[in-house]
């Protein structure tokens, strides 16, 4: 099983990004999705989540407001639109899956409770 995020890049600080999360091997609309991010020599940290089907999310309190979360069942994928980027935002970014059981309506805010990750792809907010 396995994730793949991308959309990563370089941008300034005040721009956009969009990171997706897709699977192969996953209905993601079935099962609570999470978005980390880790920055060299710093802990991994929690930005947000989306529950399962009824679609429940959660922001840390550092992208409240400038990142949104999103699922495109169509397309099997969960986006991350990130905006007003800044230059602390540089870090590596993961999605992860929570495999059951789970909690309708609720998505895990800590990493420990997800089963499955993808490989992050880098963010590097720069000017």
């Keep these: 099983a396995q994730l793949v995020e991308s959309g990563g890049g370089s941008v300034q600080p005040g721009g956009s990004l969009r990171l997706s999360c897709t699977a192969s091997e996953f209905t993601l609309e079935k099962y609570p999705i999470g978005w980390f991010r880790q920055a060299p020599g710093k802990e991994r940290e929690t930005i947000s989540c989306i529950s399962s ?75």
């Design 53 to 127: 089907y009824y679609s429940g999310t959660y922001y840390a309190d550092s992208v409240k407001g400038r990142f949104t979360i999103a699922r495109d069942n169509a397309n099997n994928s969960v986006s991350l639109q990130m905006n007003s980027l800044k230059p602390e935002g540089t870090a590596v970014y993961y999605c992860a899956l929570q495999g059951p059981p789970i909690r309708i309506g609720v998505c895990p805010t800590t990493g420990s409770e997800y089963d499955y990750w993808g490989q992050g792809t880098q963010v590097t907010v720069s000017s």
